[in-house]
């Protein structure tokens, strides 16, 4: 639990740290462009699933200004008057801002803490699963499990399994006349229960099963409707069901 807790608050600092170099890096490559620096980085930060960063590269870092020649005010380039003091602009007669070297080393760093953060979220997970399931699961909800539903036959394994679940088998001509049950519990308590035409005949543990266990059915009427259910207490292991359908 504590290394999932562990885990978390590295992920959380690595998204901060993301957040503060891509806005760092906004800041200083919007402001020697001549563009409003802090309205881009509030976009850059606060506009989620890296939206805001889109939006600077396709619109902000495109947008160029010059520098008016009556006032010295800075002025969208391709303007006939200057936005600040009226003044007729003559194309050609501003000096354009030159953006100065903006180091992209900070943008590098953020977008690597981005793609640890993912990484590290994608082993929380998959930690969490193992180390934690019942967090992630409700009754009648498996964790890595595996089922075979085939003819005369029942398979299921699990990591974890904390619920019920059932298979019907209807008495044909004498068959099933029995069940051959086999499991392997590693963790948690698992039984078995038969109930025949809605009430339940027996339950057994598979805790306490050494080797197959052999369910006679030969007894039961024809047309009897049979439903093998198991219960599982947070278990793990596997379970096989056999019948001569």
Known sequence: MWIIIGLAGLAV???????????????RDAKSRGLEAGMWTLIVVLVPNFIGLLLYFLIGRRQQQTLCPSCGSKTQQGKPYCSTCGAAIVQGGMSMITSKNNSKKPLIFALTCVVLTFI?????????????????SSK???VVKNETRLPGVWKLSFWYFDGEKSRAIVVKNGTPSALNVSATVEKGALEMGVSVD???EKRISLNDIDSNYVWDLSHYSENSRIVLRLYGDAAKGKVNVNWND
Request: aromatic share 16%; hydrophobic share 60%; no cysteine.
């Open 13 to 27: 600092l690595l998204v901060v740290t993301a957040m503060v170099g891509l806005g760092f890096w906004t800041y």
């Open 120 to 136: 590290l979220m994608i082993f929380i997970s998959v930690a969490s699963i193992y180390l934690q399931p019942e967090m992630f």
């Open 140 to 142: 009648n909800i498996s």
């Open 198 to 200: 809605g009430k339940e």
